[in-house]
């Protein structure tokens, strides 16, 4: 039975978009760059083909910056998503708007 669901909520395609922003993280994270702390001090270690390249710390880090947030934005999407199908037929406050 199809179930028409609120606020154009399509399952399949917001966890795809959330899985495949964390597999691009993990290969940014575990291949490309491949980042190790230097503990105990407040450094890092850069061994992927990308450090390789002679790359400035400065693009490194931006691109290390973008990859942690990346993830960030589908997975709240989802999670507002789900939440919006959880209270759809209660008059509680902590439902959002439809805009």
Same mark, same amino acid.
């Given at each position: 039975k199809n179930v028409q669901l609120p606020f154009n909520f399509h399952w399949e395609r917001d966890v795809s978009l959330d899985?495949?922003?964390?597999? !691009?993280?993990?290969?940014? +994270?575990?291949?490309?760059?491949?980042?190790?702390? +230097?503990?105990?001090?407040?450094? !890092?270690?850069?061994?992927g083909p990308l450090c390789r390249l002679g790359l400035s710390q400065q693009a490194l880090s931006t691109l290390l910056a973008f990859v942690v947030a990346l993830p960030n934005v589908p997975f709240c999407y989802l999670l507002l998503s789900m939440h919006q199908k959880l209270v759809i037929n209660s008059k509680s406050r902590a439902r959002l708007s439809q805009r």
């Amino acid at each position: 039975k199809n179930v028409q669901l609120p606020f154009n909520f399509h399952w399949e395609r917001d966890v795809s978009l959330d899985l495949i922003s964390l597999l !691009f993280f993990e290969w940014i +994270l575990c291949w490309f760059v491949r980042v190790y702390p +230097l503990m105990p001090y407040p450094a !890092f270690y850069c061994d992927g083909p990308l450090c390789r390249l002679g790359l400035s710390q400065q693009a490194l880090s931006t691109l290390l910056a973008f990859v942690v947030a990346l993830p960030n934005v589908p997975f709240c999407y989802l999670l507002l998503s789900m939440h919006q199908k959880l209270v759809i037929n209660s008059k509680s406050r902590a439902r959002l708007s439809q805009r």
